[in-house]
C-alpha cells in the first residue's frame, strides 16, 4: 500500500519564506556602515561583505544549475565588489534569478537529489533549505556585528 503524505508548504510559500529572509538581509546589509561592510569582524570571523558574496555566489548559481541539470564548481572569485551599492545591485539582480529558476522546479523535482556545486547529493528541498539556512547564519553573524559596532539591526521576523 503506498500513501502520499500530506504537502505542508506549496513551492510559492517556500520561496515567498525564502524572499522574506533576503528582504530582511538586504535590509542588514543597508543599515552597515560602508566602511565596516567591508572591513570590521569579531574574533577572526570575515566581514559582513565576504559572507554577502558567498551567498550570492550559492543560491543563483545553484538554482541555475539544478534547472538545467549542470553541475560547477562553487566559486566566490567572479564578484569582487567595492561598495555597498554594488553589493545591493547584485542581491537584486539575483533575486531576479532566484525567481527565475525556482519557478522551474517542478514538485516532482524537489524530491530528486543533486550534487550541489559537485560537494554535496541532496534531494533539491534540501539543497534549498541549506540556501535559507547558511542565509540565516551568516545573518545572525552580522547582528553580532551591528550590535558590536552600537547600531540596532532590523527585527529579524520583519522579513517583508
Known amino acids: 500500500m503506498t500513501t502520499r503524505a500530506k504537502q505542508f508548504i506549496s513551492a510559492d510559500q517556500l520561496l ?16 552597515f ?5 567591508f572591513e570590521f569582524s569579531v574574533q577572526g570571523m570575515r566581514p559582513f561583505s565576504t559572507m554577502v558574496v558567498e551567498l550570492i555566489s550559492i543560491a543563483g548559481p545553484a538554482l541555475k544549475g539544478i534547472v538545467e541539470q549542470q553541475i560547477t564548481e562553487f566559486s566566490e ?16 539582480a539575483e533575486t531576479e534569478v532566484i525567481n527565475h529558476y525556482f519557478n ?7 524530491q530528486e537529489t543533486f550534487n550541489l556545486f559537485g560537494q554535496y547529493e541532496f534531494p533539491v528541498y534540501q539543497n ?8 540565516i547564519h551568516h545573518r545572525a553573524q552580522a547582528y553580532t556585528y551591528l550590535r ?6 532590523p527585527f529579524f521576523w520583519e522579513r517583508f
Open 104 to 110: 522551474q522546479i517542478s514538485e516532482e523535482k524537489f
Open 33 to 37: 556602515p560602508d566602511k565596516e561592510l
Open 148 to 153: 558590536s559596532l552600537g547600531i540596532v539591526p
Open 77 to 92: 572569485e567572479v564578484f569582487q565588489p567595492k561598495t555597498k551599492e554594488e553589493i545591493l545591485a547584485r542581491w537584486d
Open 128 to 135: 534549498i533549505l541549506y540556501f535559507i539556512d547558511n542565509e
Open 16 to 31: 515567498e519564506h525564502w524572499q522574506g529572509h533576503r528582504n530582511l538581509t538586504r535590509r542588514v546589509i543597508e543599515v
